[in-house]
Structures are given as structure tokens and as C-alpha cells.
């Protein structure tokens, strides 16, 4: 229990909730906390009064007032979001947590109310001190948020575990343990004070005493004031809106405020949200069982290393010892090293216990909270906090991951002593690591008659000297950028042919190959130059060097791309010419040019590539080998792919897996240099469509230009066409144009791009020819 301690106190006084409210972010904060870090924005900055004022309104201000419109009709009453308040520029200090706390812009005024449901000032605006998302309040100030009753609960509940014995209440100086307990009175009793004021005769001998810690229990059991709305005090919660995610009463149902929204029975989210909690807590209680033995694997390997260290130790000095005086000037040395050895594990096992210790307790603690939350009995409180805490518990069970509970050391010394060597040589004894050792495998051959090109892919194969006896446990494949650059690995693997497919047209590549086994890498092979076709050829061309149909090549689609940024400046050729050197092997082949019609998609370079996580904001979250991409703050944040496009027509595809509360992602392209913590288009380096649930713009440098109906929702598919050729940029959703043509006239190097925030999650699809609506219009031009 006293894990759970921190989930309970408030980030900005330090201590145990009292009275908490629930913001829209979902954390929790005291009322009292709350009004103490109010802060009034100017007049001048807020949304009403440049709407009121009518004059020296942008295009771009009226955008975020229409969207501020769309947030007010599915807000639930949380009023406006972060996203249109001016930062609040008044001094803050700092609260017992570290947490950033900025004071009341001016004392709140004189009213019945109590402090924390006071009348606020209008214009208000409060910051959440954990995720720092800012948002103004409405006319309702603080009472428009929610209390939290079940943090409550959980509260009182660790509060009289956390208290000594039950005491008399009503002792007048030092009260003494009380002995039982009256449930009609509610007070404990000590026996003279039960004798003197709770005697058991007349209307009190009908009472029902019991004993303290039963007393305890009927209290915690007693029912809990039912939950009214926050909009309407009068009535109580009998519905869930599965839209908005809150309970709502049957006054807001008739109002028309959620009319349109699908509506369930109360206690049948209830239930269903305590089972999904449920369920989630058996899988992370299974990680937290298998970080507890894993805990007693790691203390058991201290030991053994322990022991190992003494028993290598003993049998070092031993074989010194039988050595002539000159060994002995050596055996400091060595002792040295193994001791440095023992050091070494140690360190790593206990800093990786501590590591592992820290992380269990914080899961323990999570744990233990989510399990009395779940003993709550208040329906609408507990799906107040039921989905914020089901996406803690699944985000510590992915912190189990792979790897977290493996150890990174062994308990072996994998040292050796040799004593062999004659007396003369003794200044040369050294540890012989590994104890036993086995040479690098032989460089591997390059095959020339199955190495070929075709269009934009490469195929390679290989194979070990025929007199060679070591056997390889792999092959490393590297090829260069096309434009002279550094190798880069694009293949790893016991496979001995490999195609890399998404080249680029018209450009020149190194390749290289080198086996390896336990013992290291061989040394690299002869370079061989490729030569990609040129993109206005047929897609017939390819080197007449056939692959055998009984050996299947292994496909390398997009971790090539994905790895290098490609701009090729070769001039056009009609043939292959590659170099010849003592370490570069040549091919020949003249290509042939077909008569046939030229079907455009044919023409097109098929680009794999994946998102850049080195280039991304660090508050992007990937998977799913880095094509899958959300976000873990409220702002538009920017992400990149890794592939960089020069010239030809390039489309690409993402689907929209996650979207809620009506964000307005943005799909398009940019430098390599764009700003990555603000929308993307907002500055001069990027060009790109931002699209809500309703209708899209197109934007670059801030410019907003062509408004167009039709939004996105979960599920849908936004395509982005780069037809460098013409210079354009047009874009997608689920297969037809939106808008016409976003930019023209964009040229240079330019880089797929995305910016969402948290509540986005899409996934690129690469590779895929483009829209056949395009195709047939640029056939005919």
C-alpha cells in the first residue's frame, strides 16, 4: 500500500487530495490547487473578444474559431482547449513537487461560495501541472469539472490503513483504544465512556454495537452519495455517452447535447469497464510475478559469481604458484584483471537489480491503486478514471518487454589460464579469452551469372570458397547511397541471394559482401558496380543473367530505402558501363528499347521506405518497425520519412488507426530541416494538407488556402501523389482527389512528412502504385 502513496498526493501541494476534480486530460488536481493557479488571460487574446471585435481578423483566425465551434458542441463541458489560449505569461513559482505553479492573476472576489467553487474571473485559463495542457474555463469556472469520488474513496480507505488502533471519540483528554463500535450512532466507544454515555437501557439498548474493526468495515461498505451532473446539480447520472466518454443524465439527453450520441446503460459500462481493467491487470500481475522471480534469478546469479570469482580466483593462484619466481610478478597482474572482471558483473547485475527494483515497486504501486479503484462502488466515478488508468496499466506492461528481463551479464569467467609456455616466455602469459578459439570464415564469392538489375531493384548472389573449412553463420550485404556515399548494411542473414528492391532509376551502386561467425567478420569481398535502368525504358530490361529457378532470391523491400536518403545526378545512359579495377568486377549488357505502348505506372520508381526516428520529435512514439507512428503530447509534433525524392512520381499512402476528439492531422512533404514541434505548414519548409472530421485546407508557410468538404475518421486512407516531373503535389483521401492541384512549381529534395498528436496514430504503406484516376489523366498528356 505505501507503493500506491505518490498516485494519491496532488503534483502541486504535495499532500493527499482533498476535494480532487478530474481535467479533460484526466488527471486530477484539489479544487483549492486548482483556483490557486488560475491565471486571467488579456481581454485582448482571447477567442470571444476577437470575435466580438469583428476587425484585423486573419483568414487563419477564423479557421480556429469555426473549429473552436466543432470542440464546444463534443467538449462535455470542459470548455475550450489549450490550443486557443494565449500562454499565460504570468511569474510562476514552484510547488512541493517541482510542478511549475502560477499564481491567481487577481485575488478572487468576496462570495457565499467556498473559495474553490467561487466565481472565477472571466477569461480565466488554468494549466494542468503534469502535462501542461492549458485550457480557459467557461461561465461554470471550476464546477464545470468533475469530482473525482472514487480517488476520494481510495483516499479514506489508505488513510485508516495507514492509522493506529481505532481511538474512543469521545474521551476528553488522552482518548483511549475504543472496544466497540455503535452503527446506529456511528462513534466508537471505549468501555467507560460506552458505560457512561451509551448504557444499555431505554431507546439505546436497541442499538447494535459491534466491534471496532467491523465498525471499520460497515463504514467503508456504507453507500456513497449518488453522483449528480455537472451541468444539471438536479439530476442524477443514468446514462454513458460512448461518444464523449462520460456519464450524462437524462436532462442532457433531452437538451439535445448528446441527442445524436450513442447512449448505454450505465452499469452495463460499468461492468464492462471494470472487466477491461480487469483483464489489463492480469497481464501486468503476470509481469510483476516474473519480475519477482526474475529479481530472485539476479540476487542467485550475485552468489554464483561470488562463488565462480573464489574458485577462479584459488585456481589462478594455484597454477602461479607452481610457476618459477618469475611468474610471480605476473600474478598481481592477472589477479588484477579478474578482480576488475568480478567488478565488472557485479556492477552490471546490481545496477540492473536496482533498475528492476524501481520499476516493480512503481508497478506494484499501480497495481495496488488500480485494485481499489476497482472495489469502488460508484459507477460513474469509476468511468470517470477507468481509461486513463487501463492505458497506464497496458504502457507499464509494454515497459515488460522484451529483453527487461533477461540478464546482461553471465556468472561464467570465460578467462583461461595457459601454463605452457616455456620459462623464457613467461613475460608473454596472458588470459586466453573465450578458452577456446576458432578462425574467421573465408571471404565470400560473388557470383556473377545469378547477379542481375531489373528496372529499380538489384539482385546479388554469393557463395563461400569451394576449399574453405570454416563454416559461416551469416552474410553481411552493403551497398553505397548511388551517389558515391558510405556503405550502408541492407541485408543480414544466413541467406546467400538477396534482391533490394526501390532503387533509384538511372543511377550507378557499389556492393560489397562479408561473412561472419562467432569468432568475427571475413574480410569484405570485390566491389561490384550495378547500374539501375533509366526510368523511360520498358520494364523488360534486365541483365541477361538469369536467376536459376530452383534458387528463390530473398527480397530485401523496404529496409533499403528506409536507410538511405537517395539523390542520383548520373546522366542518362542506354547501356550499362560499369568500371574495372584489381577489386571491382564488371558486367556488360546493351538494353533493348520496346515498341509496345508504355503503360505510366510501369514507369513510375517504386519507393520503400519507413519513418526516421533520428529526425523526429521526441515526443513521437513508433512501431510496428517504424511505420506505424503516434504521438505522447497534446501538440502537433512532426515526423519525417527516411527517404528523400529528387525527381520521377512517387505515392504514397496512411491510414488513419486511431482518431479522437476531432484532431486536425497534416499529410505532405517537407525539407529536411522543418520545424518538428509546430503543425506542419507552418513555416516555409514544409507544404501540406490538414484535414479534421469535416472538411481540409491546404497550408504552407501558415498560408491557408482551399477549404474542401470531406474529413477523415478512423479507418480512413489519406494518399499523397509527388510528381516531381510536373512539379505538383495532390492529395488523397480513401482513393479520390481532395481538392485540385494543393502546390505547383515545388522542386528540390523533399521528404515524406506527418504531424499529429496524441490522439492520432496512422501507418504508412509504401510501394504501391499510384491512384488510377492519375495515371489515366497523365497517360493522355
Not at 502560477?102 to 472571466?122: D, E, K
Not at 579469452?433 to 548472389?461: D, G, R, Y
Not at 528540390?748 to 495515371?775: E, K, M, W
Request: with cysteine.
Amino acid at each position: 500500500m505505501e507503493e500506491m502513496e505518490e498516485e494519491l498526493k496532488c503534483p502541486v501541494c504535495g499532500s493527499f487530495y482533498r476535494e480532487p476534480i478530474i481535467l479533460p486530460c484526466s488527471h486530477n488536481i484539489c479544487q483549492a490547487c486548482a483556483r490557486n493557479i488560475l491565471v486571467q488571460t488579456p481581454e485582448s487574446e482571447s477567442p470571444q473578444s476577437r470575435r466580438a471585435s469583428g476587425s484585423g481578423v486573419s483568414d487563419y483566425d477564423y479557421l480556429d474559431l469555426d473549429k473552436m465551434s466543432l470542440y464546444s458542441e463534443a467538449d462535455s463541458g470542459y470548455g475550450s482547449y489549450g490550443g486557443f489560449a494565449s500562454a499565460p505569461t504570468t511569474p510562476c513559482q514552484k510547488s512541493p513537487n517541482g510542478v511549475r505553479v502560477f499564481p491567481p492573476a487577481m485575488p478572487p472576489p468576496a462570495t457565499h461560495l467556498s473559495p474553490a467553487l467561487a466565481s472565477v474571473p472571466r477569461n480565466s485559463c488554468i494549466t494542468c501541472p503534469q502535462c501542461h495542457r492549458s485550457l480557459i474555463l467557461d461561465d461554470r469556472g471550476l464546477r464545470g469539472f468533475p469530482k473525482n469520488r472514487v480517488l476520494e474513496g481510495v483516499i479514506d480507505r489508505y488513510q485508516q490503513s495507514k492509522a493506529a488502533a481505532l481511538k474512543c471519540q469521545l474521551c476528553e483528554k488522552a482518548p483511549k483504544e475504543a472496544t466497540v463500535m455503535c452503527e446506529q450512532c456511528d462513534v466508537f466507544y471505549c468501555d467507560p465512556c460506552r458505560l457512561r454515555c451509551h448504557p444499555p437501557r431505554g431507546p439505546l439498548a436497541k442499538h447494535r454495537l459491534v466491534p471496532p474493526a467491523q465498525g471499520r468495515v460497515s463504514r467503508r461498505l456504507s453507500p456513497r452519495k449518488v453522483s449528480t451532473c455537472t451541468d444539471h446539480e438536479l439530476e442524477n447520472h443514468s446514462m454513458y455517452c460512448v461518444q464523449c466518454k462520460m456519464p450524462v443524465c437524462y436532462q442532457c439527453l433531452e437538451e439535445g447535447k448528446h441527442s445524436s450520441h450513442e447512449v448505454k446503460a450505465l452499469g452495463a459500462m460499468w461492468k464492462l469497464h471494470k472487466s477491461q481493467l480487469s483483464q489489463a491487470l492480469n497481464g501486468l500481475s503476470d509481469r510483476a510475478k516474473e519480475a519477482k522471480e526474475f529479481l530472485v534469478q539476479l540476487r542467485n546469479m550475485v552468489q554464483q559469481i561470488q562463488e565462480n570469482s573464489v574458485e577462479f580466483e584459488a585456481c589462478l593462484v594455484a597454477q602461479c604458484d607452481a610457476l618459477i619466481d618469475a611468474l610471480n610478478r605476473r600474478k598481481a597482474q592477472l589477479l588484477a584483471r579478474v578482480n576488475k572482471e568480478h567488478e565488472h558483473k557485479l556492477k552490471v547485475v546490481r545496477d540492473q537489480i536496482s533498475h528492476c527494483t524501481v520499476k516493480l515497486r512503481q508497478t506494484t504501486g499501480l497495481m495496488e491503486y488500480c485494485l481499489e479503484v476497482i472495489k469502488e462502488n460508484d459507477p460513474s466515478g469509476f468511468l470517470q478514471i477507468s481509461d486513463a488508468l487501463i492505458r497506464r496499466v497496458h504502457l507499464t506492461e509494454d515497459q515488460w518487454g522484451k529483453g527487461t528481463l533477461t540478464p546482461r551479464m553471465t556468472t561464467d569467467f570465460d578467462l583461461s589460464l595457459d601454463n605452457s609456455p616455456l620459462l623464457q616466455s613467461i613475460h608473454q602469459l596472458d588470459f586466453v579469452q573465450m578458452k577456446t578459439s576458432s578462425p574467421v570464415p573465408a571471404t565470400p564469392i560473388l557470383q556473377l551469372e545469378e547477379c542481375c538489375t531489373h528496372n529499380n531493384s538489384a539482385t546479388l548472389s554469393w557463395k563461400q570458397p569451394p576449399l574453405s573449412t570454416v563454416p559461416a553463420e551469416g552474410y553481411i550485404l552493403e551497398l553505397d547511397d548511388g551517389n558515391g556515399g558510405q556503405f550502408r548494411e541492407v541485408y543480414v542473414g544466413k541467406e546467400t541471394m538477396c534482391t533490394v528492391d526501390g532503387l533509384h532509376f538511372n543511377s550507378t551502386y557499389n556492393a560489397r559482401i562479408k561473412a561472419f561467425n562467432k569468432t568475427g567478420v571475413s574480410q569484405y569481398s570485390k566491389t561490384l558496380v550495378l547500374q539501375t535502368s533509366e526510368d523511360t525504358d520498358s520494364e523488360e530490361q534486365t541483365v541477361p543473367f538469369p536467376v536459376p529457378s530452383e534458387r528463390l532470391p530473398l527480397r530485401r523491400m523496404s529496409p533499403f530505402s528506409s536507410t538511405l536518403n537517395l539523390q542520383p545526378s548520373f546522366p542518362r545512359r542506354s547501356y550499362f558501363d560499369f568500371r574495372s579495377s584489381p577489386h571491382q568486377l564488371s558486367l556488360h549488357s546493351s538494353l533493348q528499347s520496346l515498341n509496345a505502348p508504355v503503360d505510366i505506372k510501369k514507369l513510375l520508381a517504386v519507393a520503400w521506405f519507413a519513418f526516421d526516428p533520428g529526425s523526429a520529435h521526441s515526443d513521437i512514439i513508433f512501431s510496428n518497425d517504424n511505420l506505424t507512428v503516434t504521438c505522447s503530447s497534446y501538440d502537433d509534433r512532426v515526423v519525417l520519412g527516411k527517404t528523400g525524392f529528387s525527381k520521377g512520381v512517387h505515392y504514397w499512402e496512411l491510414t488513419v488507426d486511431r482518431y479522437d476528439n476531432h484532431p486536425d492531422p497534416a499529410f505532405g512533404v517537407a525539407r529536411n530541416n522543418v520545424m518538428k514541434d509546430v503543425m506542419l505548414g507552418k513555416d516555409d519548409k514544409a507544404w501540406a494538407m490538414y484535414v479534421d472530421n469535416n472538411r481540409s485546407w491546404f497550408m504552407h508557410n501558415n498560408s491557408h488556402t482551399n477549404r474542401t468538404e470531406g474529413g477523415i475518421t478512423k479507418g480512413a486512407t489519406i494518399g499523397v501523389l509527388l510528381d516531381l516531373n510536373r512539379k505538383t503535389l495532390t492529395f488523397f483521401i480513401n482513393d479520390e482527389q481532395q481538392g485540385p492541384i494543393a502546390f505547383e512549381n515545388v522542386e528540390g529534395l523533399f521528404f515524406p512528412a506527418v504531424s499529429l498528436n496524441r490522439n492520432v496514430q496512422v501507418t504508412l504503406h509504401t510501394g504501391i502504385p499510384v491512384p488510377d484516376c492519375y495515371s489515366s489523366r497523365a497517360s493522355i498528356a
